[in-house]
């Protein structure tokens, strides 16, 4: 296994403070590895990387018709969303269609990720509930097709459940990594969470927006999900975050999700690059400088998209009173492979 890279740099001063190791994986929808940095087949967890494949079930189910779940809301199900109001109303509305409320899902609560929503909460002394998990979305997707498929509700998160088990089977047959060989862990929202080399990861992107050896019903819903996630980023995170931002910047090149631990996940199209990236130590704005750096030295992002997203390339390092005292400087070379 290759030793991790420096992937950023991060300055105090004229001195370089912190370093933040990782790799990456760049691959065709092939299955070729065009591109590396550190280990391409570094093993980790996916996260909330793999919910655009956890959503193709409920297209390709019929669920998503069934219940006529708009694409907006199928976004949604990709998401590790601010839990802003535009995301709370639409679980609440998924969850209505379906026929359920939100006692249904068991994502588990936390106050949301969006600062100024968290405040107004607060003001007004409410609570958060389910619906302000940043997972609820992806559980209203799984919900939709537990309800369709007529699985057991009280279960749903439970690998042993069929519809973790559907699941487990698209995963395998987009990443092209054995079934018997995916680590099973349990992610921060209680579903089970998926281990694999980065390339397969990449690879898997690489096929969500160029399908290929796949059904023709699965590349139809590898198109509708992708589709769904770039035509309304502001669901896949919400205000001021990268994934919604990035897709935001770009118009349409490409899809964009990523996970806790630092992991990252980008599907270009036309090319029909995928790319995975990990930083180590699991810190995410280093992660997204990287990613944004990798990009550009793929060229997939023109001056102006670069331009708007240099708070995410290069953020400067501030102290409690607002000083600039440093830079994020992403250092990630891509090395071409063979």
């Not at 509305?93 to 609560?109: E, F, H, P, W, Y």
């Not at 097709?145 to 690998?159: I, R």
């Not at 400088?289 to 501030?318: C, F, S, W």
Request: aromatic share 6%.
């Amino acid at each position: 296994m290759n030793e991790p890279q420096v992937l950023v740099e991060v300055t105090r001063g004229p001195l370089v403070e912190n370093l933040h190791r990782g790799h990456a994986a760049v691959v065709d929808n092939s299955g070729k590895l065009l591109y590396s940095f550190g280990d391409p087949r570094f093993l980790t967890y996916w996260r909330s990387s793999a919910k655009p494949v956890q959503a193709l079930p409920v297209v390709e189910s019929g669920a998503v018709e069934h219940y006529s779940i708009t694409d907006r809301e199928l976004s949604l199900f990709c998401a590790s969303h601010n839990g802003e109001a535009i995301h709370t109303d639409s679980v609440l509305s998924v969850l209505g269609k379906i026929g359920l409320d939100l006692t249904a899902l068991q994502c588990g609560m936390h106050m949301p990720l969006h600062n100024q929503t968290t405040k107004e909460m607060i003001a007004v002394k409410q609570e958060a509930n389910s619906l302000h998990s940043n997972c609820s979305g992806k559980h209203s997707g799984m919900l939709a097709l537990a309800c369709h498929k007529q699985f057991d509700l009280s279960t749903y998160t439970e690998l042993e459940n069929p519809l973790q088990q559907l699941i487990l089977d698209y995963i395998a047959d987009l990443t092209g990594y054995p079934r018997e060989e995916i680590l099973i862990g349990i992610d921060g929202c209680g579903v089970p969470v998926h281990g694999m080399p980065l390339y397969n990861m990449a690879l898997a992107y690489a096929r969500m927006v160029k399908p290929a050896g796949m059904s023709d019903t699965r590349a139809a819903a590898c198109r509708r999900v992708s589709k769904a996630m770039h035509t309304y980023p502001e669901m896949v995170g919400g205000t001021d975050r990268f994934c919604t931002d990035l897709m935001r910047a770009t118009g349409g090149k490409l899809i964009a999700k990523g996970g806790a631990g630092g992991v990252y996940c980008v599907g270009v199209y036309g090319s029909g690059l995928g790319i995975a990236v990990k930083c180590e130590d699991g810190f995410g704005k280093a992660r997204d400088a990287a990613v944004v750096e990798i990009l550009r030295q793929l060229r997939v992002l023109d001056a102006a998209e670069l331009e708007a997203l240099a708070t995410y390339h290069k953020p400067v390092n501030k102290n409690h009173r607002g000083d600039i005292c440093g830079e994020y400087r992403p250092v990630v070379k891509l090395t071409k492979e063979d």
